[in-house]
């Protein structure tokens, strides 16, 4: 099903009207090569040009379209006119760690210039072939040490290709090199049955890698590997145990490494799961999806803050989900480093308005008043499940929990239960309730109690004075009495939320009556007598649904807890009206 969705999704590109959608032919990719060697008809090295362009404190190379790499391994292999500085020039690179093999270079070089020998006369004595023959046949390394580069490549052993002076495309994208590549690449005599096409055809034995996969190998991984005898079987070896025609198996592999290419407007990270994703037919939720769960670009951290905030405004008023239809699929992949392979963290298809409404849900479910410093639109979700991960790094994230949360916004299903102990383990670690946890805690405790037959009442985006859960007014209390030690004594460097704010989560009855007491002491430092009434008044509007202080609160109670007291908190800050000027912010008369 996923090979076939992307061996579609290579067909819908390939038709495409836009030249810059259309993927690379059959037998041709899309390639980064850093430096390329511009020479003469007579094969004189002119210079060498540096296609790298600062990306932050990276430097890209451009893409260029070259014929396919073949499949490296322990052995020699050399690519068609473009490879690495050892295979392409027989020098001695010295990358740190590695341990140099001149006789091995000699083999590769000899390997490389041998693909260039193979191909036809009437191919070999085309200008720019026959140039990069010539350039071969009178190699001079101590020419090439004079250029301004020549040390980033001795040092980085990066890919290299060529250009006839004069072109604007590179010796193997000249016309007479294309076609000899293509004729080469032609399927030979079927030998199976391809699982994807359902045709005859010839099978692929070993796929191309995949790359761009957070945490997997640089060289890439795959999905589909057979390399170990264990794994073979009715005599099958390495690719012929999941048949796949090498049409179809060049087109699903160009497809996923488009999707997952530096630049890609269809992928996110979350958790440890690269994810990308694609629909059948061209749709708004294409650009949309990694708008709603990405991060912005770091270059530009407020770029296209008004779409995203305007696009969260048509979630939330369901304007969103009314525009699309119900017959289009659209599928996210997720997936993970697995040693040489890959793992799928996660796959799920649906139609593009059955998605819009759960990622409608979704925003809804996660709108919470914004903290002062925090402001809107919501933050991606790989921010959310940082905040509840270690000291905020993505690597102390649970490896499932990012495939469960995602998996539970695309089917509208209960978030998991670790996602709210995570939240209130750093609340509680921390002591402190930021807007992220807070939008986290509403988000699962509200999916968790959901059809609510008892009536009831859900968390509300903001203070809800009228809500009777117990923990939720035991928040509240707590943060009434921060903001009257607050006052009471201006510029403290811990407040009882410091010392005291685990405890009151989690055992309330060992806390408050300590609190309660501290409150008159502190209620006697404020100057306006009609402050302390107001907060009296407000404390009184609260414990009136408190029969008791629990000895214990259970885990959603903890959660409910946090959210009354990050409620009153932001109430405190949210301007008053003129009808409620003489009252403590947040507090009614």
């Known amino acids: 099903m996923i090979l076939h ?12 009207a836009d030249p810059a959608e259309r993927p690379a032919p059959i037998g041709f990719e899309e390639k980064a090569i850093p430096f390329i060697l511009e020479l ?54 010295e990358q740190p760690g590695k341990i140099a093999k001149p006789e091995r270079i000699r083999e590769q070089h000899a390997a490389f210039r041998a693909r260039i020998d193979a191909l036809p006369e009437s191919v070999r004595a085309d200008a720019g072939v026959a140039a990069v023959l010539a350039f ?101 070896a390495q690719g012929g145990n999941a048949p796949v025609g090498r049409t179809a198996a060049t087109r699903y592999t160009t497809a996923l490494n488009d999707l997952l290419a530096h630049g890609s407007r269809q992928r996110i990270q979350v958790g440890d799961a690269s994810t990308v994703f694609w629909a059948e037919e061209r749709t708004d939720l294409e650009d949309d999806f990694g708008l709603v769960f990405g991060e912005p670009a770091k270059d530009d951290p407020a770029e296209r803050t008004e779409r995203v905030r305007a696009l969260y405004e048509s979630f939330l008023t369901g304007k969103y989900a009314s525009q699309h239809d119900a017959t289009t699929r659209f599928y996210v992949l997720g997936l993970a480093p697995n040693a040489a392979r890959l793992a799928v963290r996660f796959w799920h298809v649906d139609t593009v308005a059955n998605l819009a409404h759960r990622i409608t849900e979704h925003v809804r479910d996660l709108a919470i008043v914004p903290d002062r410093r925090d402001p809107p ?47 209130i383990r750093r609340c509680r670690a921390e002591q402190n309730v930021t807007v992220l946890r807070a939008s986290i805690l509403k988000a699962c405790l509200n999916r968790s109690t959901r059809p609510r037959p008892n009536g009831e009442k859900e968390l509300t985006v903001s203070l809800d004075p009228d809500n ?30 410091d010392r005291y704010y685990g405890a009151a989560s989690a055992s309330p009855v060992t806390v408050f009556t300590t609190l309660m007491r501290l409150k008159n002491h502190h209620l006697g430092k404020l100057d306006k007598a009609g402050r302390v009434v107001n907060f009296e008044r407000l404390i009184g509007q609260i414990v009136a649904g408190i029969d008791d202080f629990p000895t214990h609160l259970a885990l959603p109670e903890q959660g409910r807890f946090a959210i009354g007291y990050y409620h009153q908190r932001q109430a405190f800050f949210t301007k008053a009206t003129p009808e409620t000027t003489d009252h403590p912010e947040g507090a009614k008369p």
């Open 5 to 16: 969705a992307l061996h579609q999704l290579y067909q819908r590109r390939a038709r495409s």
């Open 40 to 93: 003469a008809p007579d094969g004189r090295l002119v210079l060498i040009e540096d296609t790298r362009t600062p990306d932050g404190k990276k430097l890209i190379a451009r893409t260029e379209r070259v014929p396919a790499g073949v499949k490296k391994t322990s052995g020699i292999a050399a690519n068609l006119l473009w490879d690495t500085a050892e295979y392409v020039l027989g020098v001695v690179t």
């Open 136 to 236: 071969l046949d009178h190699l001079d390394l101590d020419a090439l040490a004079s250029q301004p580069r020549w040390d980033d490549i001795r040092t980085g052993n990066p890919l290299l290709s060529f250009r006839l002076r004069g072109d604007a495309d590179l010796v193997c994208q000249r016309p007479a090199v294309r076609a000899a590549w293509t004729e080469l690449n032609d399927e030979s005599e079927a030998d199976g049955i391809c699982l994807i096409t359902g045709e005859r055809a010839a099978i692929e034995r070993l796929h191309t890698a995949i790359k761009g996969v957070w945490g997997a190998q640089t060289s890439g991984a795959n999905i589909v590997s057979f390399n170990l005898d264990a794994f073979n079987s009715h005599g099958k």
């Open 377 to 423: 639109p919501p933050p991606s979700l790989f921010r959310l499940l940082s905040a509840c991960a270690a000291q905020g790094k993505a690597d102390n994230i649970p490896p499932n929990l990012s495939g469960e949360v995602v998996r539970a916004i695309l089917t509208g299903n209960r978030y998991p239960a670790t996602w709210l102990a995570a939240a």
């Open 468 to 497: 009777p859960n117990v923990a939720y007014r035991l928040g509240r209390l707590f943060a009434v009495l921060e903001k009257i030690q607050e006052e009471a004594s201006p510029g403290l460097n811990a407040t009882i939320r």
